[in-house]
């Protein structure tokens, strides 16, 4: 078993940063791939990025590529978002995932979920 808390979120302005960050217990994120999704209210949950166990593949969607960063520390199981130049369409709740493979593109590529962390930016 593996478990994720998100933190990091709050109340930005349009052009701000947040860094999110994802900490695992339970076991070694060594071994899992890693992704961040967000769900805005009334919508389906969005993937937004994903990383490989050891980092060297990375995946955005379109929507937040240039602006996030997804990056992670195996050393302190620990999995982050570096969002940048925050628009308020990036208002959601953002959700971290692990999966014991590859980086998937949807929710069901992964086994495991956090709670969220609320990201609301303000125009």
């Known amino acids: 078993q593996v478990q994720l808390v998100e933190s990091g979120g709050g109340l930005v302005q349009a052009g701000g940063s947040l860094r999110l960050s994802c900490a695992a217990s339970?076991?070694?994120?060594?071994?899992?791939?890693m992704g961040w999704f967000r769900q805005a209210p009334g919508k389906g949950r969005e993937f937004v990025a994903a990383?490989?166990?050891?980092?060297?593949?990375?995946y955005y969607a379109d929507s937040v590529k240039v602006r996030f960063t997804i990056a992670r520390d195996n050393a302190k199981n620990t999995v982050y978002l570096q969002m940048n130049s925050l628009k308020p369409e990036d208002t959601a709740v953002y959700y971290c995932?692990?999966?014991?493979?590859?980086?998937?593109?949807?929710?069901?590529?992964?086994?495991?979920w956090g709670q969220g962390t609320q990201v609301t930016v303000s125009s």
């Open positions: 990383i490989s166990w050891g980092g060297g593949i990375t």
């Open positions: 339970g076991r070694t994120l060594t071994v899992y791939a």
């Open positions: 995932a692990a999966n014991k493979g590859a980086p998937g593109w949807g929710p069901p590529d992964y086994d495991y």
